[in-house]
């Protein structure tokens, strides 16, 4: 099990990210957004810039944490950008040296059931884009789309049936989701045997869902990353901090990236990632 950060949850200025990231011995970091600029609009000059900086710090890119699919059902235009936006996340993970891209099921509206068909129909197209350049989708439970449970991920994943499709599991999103489980252990035993990829943030409820500094919310943190080890998982624990000292909005959670998300991100992360470093080596003994 190794360790990441999300670079915008610290700063949108990738040498203070990497500075952090590099100060509590992470191995990689995740893209999102950088320099301002969101992951699917990187220019080829940034992407070399990105690359070198952390080849000198010896950090690795895990995965390409692209907003592919945030976007509405029905509205073929936007799925169109979005399959072009996947194309470029691929390249750019290639570039940086990680085959797995981040995906959703398109903005939620209701529940899931009656538009199950559509939903499946329309995400579809991204599996050949995927297939065609060995790329691994990685579908995160977000609670503001229709992938939003441990539950309706699973689903999608049997009923579309292609191995390039694998779960990125974000256990604090299942706090949000209406009809999510427990996140550790009842939710994330639907995705184990899919899950290539982890997502760290904490919540509480008080009563309605309100993210806070890892350890200081309702995810059972020590279960399941003592899950993960003790069962040789062996990808990423990416430190996606959403907690604030002034809190972020909803829209900023939902649509993350740029300066006002990344504001204060230097200080909490540093937080999240003490205790979260402490976990590791507390279950690690």
Not at 176 to 200: F, I, K, M, N
Request: one cysteine or more; aromatic letters at 8%; glycine letters at 6%.
């Amino acid at each position: 099990m190794k360790l990441a950060v999300f670079t915008d949850e610290v700063s949108q200025d990738l040498d203070t990210a990497i500075g952090l990231a590099v100060r509590y011995g992470c191995q990689a970091v995740e893209i999102r957004s950088v320099w301002n600029t969101p992951v699917q609009h990187l220019s080829s000059e940034q992407v070399r810039r990105l690359r070198e900086a952390l080849e000198r710090s010896n950090l690795r890119c895990c995965a390409i944490a692209s907003p592919v699919f945030k976007c509405e059902l029905d509205d073929p235009e936007a799925q169109r950008e979005h399959l072009e936006f996947l194309r470029r996340c691929i390249h750019i993970g290639q570039e940086l040296g990680t085959n797995i891209v981040r995906i959703f099921a398109f903005w939620r509206h209701g529940p899931s059931e009656p538009v199950w068909d559509r939903i499946k129909e329309q995400f579809a197209p991204a599996i050949p884009v995927a297939e065609e350049h060995g790329a691994i989708l990685g579908m995160e439970n977000e609670a503001s789309t229709y992938s939003g449970t441990a539950a309706e991920v699973r689903r999608l994943i049997e009923e579309l049936k292609s191995p390039v499709l694998k779960v990125v599991w974000d256990p604090c999103n299942e706090v949000y989701a209406q009809g999510g489980l427990t996140p550790y252990p009842d939710a994330y035993r639907l995705v184990e045997p899919w899950t290539v990829h982890v997502h760290v943030k904490d919540a509480k409820r008080d009563p309605e869902p309100d993210v806070v500094c890892v350890g200081e919310g309702v995810v059972d943190w020590h279960g399941q990353l003592g899950d993960l080890q003790s069962k040789g998982y062996d990808g990423y624990v990416s430190l996606e901090t959403h907690w604030r000292p002034v809190a972020l909005t909803e829209e900023q959670m939902n649509r993350p990236g740029g300066a006002a998300f990344s504001d204060a991100g230097e200080y909490a992360s540093d937080l999240c990632m003490k205790n979260l470093v402490a976990m590791l080596a507390e279950i690690k003994q």
